[in-house]
């Protein structure tokens, strides 16, 4: 039986069961961070708009994106 490429198991890597724990709770912690950050004034101030809903929602995903990859990497490099 053959290895899945390496491609393949790139795009396979965000949903990896290994991988995922990790990624959720530093998605968690340092986005809400970063979310307190850019717009904790205006959700204190009842001034968020739905641009800055999708904004804050979608930029959970760059820290939850970066660790996948440092895990993946740092799997490979073990190989």
């Given at each position: 039986?053959?290895?899945?490429?390496?491609?393949?198991?790139?795009?396979?890597?965000?949903?990896?069961?290994?991988?995922?724990?990790?990624?959720?709770?530093?998605?968690?912690?340092?986005?809400?961070?970063?979310?307190?950050?850019?717009?904790?004034?205006?959700?204190?101030?009842?001034?968020?708009?739905?641009?800055?809903w999708i904004?804050?929602?979608?930029?959970y995903l760059?820290?939850?994106?970066?660790?996948?990859?440092?895990?993946?990497?740092?799997?490979?490099?073990?190989?």
């Amino acid at each position: 039986m053959s290895q899945p490429s390496k491609q393949n198991s790139f795009f396979a890597a965000p949903i990896d069961r290994d991988f995922r724990p990790t990624a959720i709770c530093v998605a968690l912690i340092v986005e809400t961070i970063l979310f307190s950050i850019n717009h904790g004034t205006a959700l204190v101030k009842r001034k968020m708009t739905v641009d800055r809903w999708i904004s804050g929602v979608l930029t959970y995903l760059v820290p939850y994106a970066v660790n996948i990859h440092g895990q993946y990497t740092s799997r490979q490099r073990s190989i």
